[in-house]
């Protein structure tokens, strides 16, 4: 079945350091690709997203590119700010199963001033 | 637009008890799906609705159900709450939920506790 896999966290960086969290997805068909973030006692809020393979999917300086060929949509970032410390959900949407999203088990990311 | 609003925010209940919650999609939505959040299991698929029908169901027993109203908004409704049932309730909505290229939007989330 369709499925996605994310790094485990928690991951901690200092402020303007280099971030990517790492997704594969396992899945039939075309799924679209979603990255969500969620801040403390909140719910998720949609980051970006792509919906057909080699797209990138950019927004507020994080940008994830859609690779078929790895089945992988990891998440960078060039310079991190405090304000960027939540959990982090890759997700996918399958092609067959209607309205169905899977999510990762997200990825928790501390950023020290 | 407003977004996707949940009601209440917070719950304390005791076992046995059951609670209901409630999800007011995007104007325009009219697919909603709920998902319970909690640190051991992560992000689990309850239910979706559609045009008032159920049309996807996660792995959960029968004590989790849910309807949709004609308006499009949603609720659920949890029967003789157990302790595991403490989580964060999230709701979600999109326009049709039939392309793949369709984006969920969250609410806020019901955070329940059960003593």
């Known amino acids: 079945g369709d499925s996605v896999t994310q790094m485990e966290g928690p991951v901690t960086l200092s402020e303007e350091a280099f971030l990517t969290i790492n997704c594969t997805y396992t899945?039939?068909?075309?799924?679209?690709l979603f990255w969500y973030v969620q801040y403390p006692g909140e719910g998720l809020q949609l980051l970006l997203k792509?919906?057909?393979?080699?797209d990138k999917g950019s927004n507020k300086g994080f940008e994830a590119t859609y690779r078929k060929e790895t089945t992988s949509f990891h998440l960078e970032k060039g310079s991190v700010q405090v304000s960027d410390s939540a959990v982090y959900f890759c997700?996918?949407?399958?092609?067959?199963?209607?309205?169905?999203?899977?999510f990762g088990s997200g990825t928790k990311l501390n950023v020290k001033p | 637009k407003a977004g996707v609003t949940q009601t209440p925010r917070y719950l304390i209940k005791t076992r046995g008890q059951q609670v209901t919650l409630s999800c007011s999609p995007i104007?325009?939505?009219?697919?909603v799906s709920w998902y319970q959040q909690t640190p051991g299991q992560g992000l689990q698929f309850l239910f979706e609705?559609?045009?008032?029908?159920?049309?996807n169901k996660g792995n959960f027993p029968g004590r989790f159900s849910g309807r949709q109203f004609s308006n499009s908004r949603s609720e659920m409704n949890v029967s003789t709450l157990e302790l595991g049932d403490s989580a964060l309730y999230l709701c979600?909505?999109?326009?049709?939920?039939?392309?793949?290229?369709?984006?969920?939007?969250f609410g806020p989330g019901t955070r329940l506790l059960v003593l």
């Open positions: 104007s325009g939505h009219r697919s």
């Open positions: 792509a919906t057909k393979a080699d």
């Open positions: 609705y559609f045009s008032e029908t159920q049309r």
């Open positions: 997700a996918l949407k399958g092609t067959y199963n209607f309205n169905k999203f899977y």
């Open positions: 899945a039939t068909g075309y799924p679209s």
């Open positions: 979600a909505s999109s326009l049709e939920g039939g392309g793949t290229q369709e984006t969920q939007y």
